[in-house]
């Protein structure tokens, strides 16, 4: 904490607050923290970058596949004694990887969401199958809209859904005690830091994938627009303008350093 100018500042408040406490009490005389400040340019006080990280869509699989029933129940709780319950997690955990959706848009999705529109055909429906993104969800609460983010307000979007997340969604049995699409084992909403113990945490232990859920939608984006995606779509389905999209959530890959060679001679 102390690595980052907000957290020591909080520390300083927190330590002073303690200390005006003492003093009310009566057993101490002295607030030794007041007048300490952070300097704005003090370089004890600056949060190291951190590397941005591209997932391969393999990798990002393996990971999602580690939310199997089967693969949770062979994995050790923090416990070592114990294995998770073989619930079955692998679509929601596609859900990042393959739509580029954040954690809080993720968790309230609701089965009426998943559209299949075109022909009627199974495989067909499922090839043209897309997602609208219009809730976010924070601390147990839903709002409508998503994040916004870079100031940029977004009331609503949608996403494609590629055909293999659309068969592990459809295969999905019903319940008929939620609408939620991803819901708990007692069917409520996921909060945050339950989803992380229970779902992520648990697959990363099972896949040996160190990642978050932050970085599959910058992976999804820059693997995407290296394919050649159009940017405006892209843009259109992160939710952001193609600014925002192109400076904070594309990154080089490397692919093209051949084409470079070739064409300087």
């Known amino acids: ?13 927190t330590l002073s607050a303690m200390a005006e406490d003492a003093i009310t009490d009566e057993v101490a005389e002295v607030n030794f923290v007041h007048g300490v400040k952070v300097r704005a340019n003090d370089p004890r006080a600056r949060k190291p970058r951190k590397a941005k990280r591209v997932f391969s869509w393999e990798r990002m699989h393996a990971f999602a ?28 955990l596609r859900a990042f990887s393959d739509t580029s959706m954040r954690l809080g848009e993720v968790l309230p999705l609701e089965r009426a969401d998943f559209r299949l529109d075109g022909c009627s055909t199974p495989d067909c429906r499922v090839a043209s199958a897309h997602v609208p993104v219009k809730r976010t969800a924070h601390a147990g609460a839903v709002e409508q809209g998503t994040k916004t983010d870079h100031g940029e307000p977004v009331p609503g979007r949608v996403v494609p859904c590629p055909p293999t997340l659309g068969r592990l969604l459809q295969a999905r049995p019903t319940r008929i005690d939620t609408p939620l699409l991803f819901p708990t084992p007692t069917g409520k909403l996921f909060w945050e830091r339950n989803f992380y113990r229970d779902v992520w945490c648990p697959a990363i232990q099972a896949s040996g994938i160190e990642c978050t859920p932050h970085e599959f939608r910058h992976s999804y984006l820059s693997l995407l627009r290296a394919e050649g995606v159009d940017d405006v779509d892209l843009a259109a389905i992160a939710g952001h303008t193609v600014e925002t999209m192109l400076g904070h959530y594309t990154h080089p890959l490397g692919r093209s350093f051949d084409k470079v060679r070739g064409l300087i001679g």
């Open 1 to 13: 904490m102390l690595t980052v100018q907000g957290g020591a500042q909080n520390i300083l408040c």
């Open 65 to 92: 596949a580690g939310g199997r029933g089967d693969a949770r129940a062979h994995t050790l709780k923090p416990d070592g004694k114990h294995c998770y319950p073989a619930h079955e997690y692998e679509p929601m």
